[in-house]
C-alpha cells in the first residue's frame, strides 16, 4: 500500500508540474511540503526586533485633597489644604526608524506625558524629546537623546499589502517583557475604528493586547506596514481583531516632524463627502456601493476650481480605489501636500479623470480669538472667527462659518451651562452672529434674558439663560 503522506507530496508535486507558468512565477504562495510547514520566523525576529522599543510615559497628576474646604479639618489642621500630586506611568511599544533615534509611537501613549523614557531590548534605557504629535490620527514621533548608532527597520509599501499576507506584531504587551505573534492581515480599508481622523486601517488577527500599542506590524520582508493602534475586545484582552496604522501615513507623519513642523497638516478639498450606498449606487448607475460621494462643494475651494459637482462620486484617487470618504482622506493625505492628484469620478454611467491641487486649509477670515468676561452666560469661553484651516484644526467639517468656541474655562458660567468647545454660536436674541466683534457687541449691551442659538454636530440647540 501507498504511505498516504508520500502519495499526498506526490500529488501536490504532479499538481505543481502541471501549472502554468505564470502560477509559478507569482511571488506569494502557498506551504509547498512539510519542510515548509516546519519553517521558522525566528530569523526574521532576530534581524528586526532590536528596533521595537518600551516607551515608558510618566505624568504627574494632582489630586484634590478630600477634605479641602471641610470647617472641622481647616480648624485642627489649618486653613491651607494642599492638594496631593502622584505619579502615573503608561506603557506601549515604539519602532525606531532612523539611526539618528527618531522612533514612531501612538499619540495615546505619550499623552500628557511629563517625561518619557524608551527601553532597547537590550535593556538599556534613554530618554525622549517628542518632535511631532497628532491626537486626531494618533501618531507621534521621538527623539531619542543619545549619541549613539540605533537599530532600525525599514518601512515598507503598505498600498502593497494584500488581505491573507502573512504578518508578525512585535511590542509589549501586559508589561510581560518584548513580545513576538504572528498571523495574517484579515482585511484593509477598516474604518470606523476610532473616534480620530483615520478611517484607513490594517486588520489583522495576530494577536495584539494593552501594551502593544505603538509596535510595529511587520511584513515578511521585514519592513514596517503597520503602527498597531487599536483592538476590538469586551474583556481587554485580544480577540483576534487588532488594528494599525498603515505605513504610507507613517511616512508622511515622518517626514513632516523631520522637517521640524510643529503640526501635522492634512489636504484641503473644500467639499464634504458621504458614503455611497446601494441606492445612490443603482440611482447613479454605479457597479459597486463603493466611493465617495460628492456632498457639497465651497465656492472657490480646490474642488471647486477642479470642476467636481455635489452628486458625483469619487471612485479612484492616482488609480487607486476609494472604499469610503475615509479611504479618499488617506490616498490624498499620503499623496502629499504641494502635490496634485488624479482622480476618477463618475455620474449617471460616465466617468472622467479630475486633476486636484493638494494645499493646506486657507484662514479666509482673520481668526480673531477673544476670551468672553462679564457678566452673561458666555464668560469663560473663549471664542474666534472660523475658517476651513480653524475648522481643520478642530476637526470640525470645513463648510462651517461663523464663530466658534475653542476652549471653555471648566468652573466658568459658559462651563457650568454646558457649552463645549466646537459649538458655532449662531444667534443671540434673534441677531446672527457673524464675527467675533458682533458677538461682543451684542454682549456689552446686558439684556439680562438671553435667547441662544447654537449649532452642535450638525444639531441647532435653542435656550434661554436669564
Known sequence: MLNKPNWVSSAIL????????????????????????????????????????????????????????????????????????????????????SQKGLIVTNNHVIQGADDIKIALADGHEFPCEVLLKD????????????????????????????????????????????????????????????????????????????GNSGGALMNMNGELIGINTAIFSRGGGSNGIGFAIPANLVKVFLKAAEEGKKSFERPYVGATFQPVTSE??????????RGALIVSVMEGGPADKAGLKPGEVITSVNGIPVEHPDALWYRLTTAGLGHSATLAVQQNGGERQVTLALSTAPETVPRDEKLVEGRNPFAGMRIANLSPKLATELHMPTDKTGVVVTDITRSSPAGRLGFQPGDIVVAINGETISST??????????????????????????????
Open 14 to 97: 504532479a499538481l505543481a508540474l502541471a501549472l502554468p507558468l505564470s502560477v509559478h512565477a507569482q511571488e506569494k504562495t502557498v506551504p509547498q511540503s512539510r519542510a515548509d510547514m516546519q519553517a521558522s520566523f525566528s530569523p526574521l525576529v532576530k534581524r528586526t526586533a532590536g528596533a521595537v522599543v518600551n516607551v515608558y510615559a510618566e505624568r504627574v497628576v494632582q489630586r484634590q485633597n478630600p477634605f479641602a474646604g471641610d470647617p472641622f479639618f481647616e480648624q485642627f489642621f489649618g486653613q491651607r489644604m494642599p492638594n496631593r500630586s502622584e505619579k502615573q506611568s503608561s506603557l506601549g511599544s515604539g519602532v525606531i526608524v
Open 135 to 210: 491626537e486626531s490620527i494618533d501618531l507621534a514621533v521621538l527623539k531619542i537623546k543619545g549619541n549613539e548608532t540605533f537599530p532600525v527597520l525599514a518601512i515598507g509599501n503598505s498600498d502593497a499589502v494584500e488581505v491573507g499576507d502573512l504578518v508578525l506584531a512585535i511590542g509589549n504587551p501586559f508589561g510581560v517583557g518584548q513580545t513576538v505573534t504572528s498571523g495574517i492581515v484579515s482585511g484593509l480599508a477598516r474604518n470606523q475604528v476610532t473616534t480620530g481622523d483615520v478611517g484607513f486601517f490594517i486588520q489583522t488577527d495576530a494577536s495584539i493586547n494593552p
Open 437 to 466: 466683534k458682533a458677538m461682543l457687541k451684542i454682549l456689552d449691551d446686558n439684556p439680562g434674558l438671553w435667547r441662544v442659538e447654537i449649532e452642535r454636530a450638525g444639531q441647532r440647540i435653542r435656550q434661554v439663560f436669564r
Open 280 to 289: 445612490v449606487a443603482e440611482a447613479l448607475g454605479l457597479k459597486t456601493a
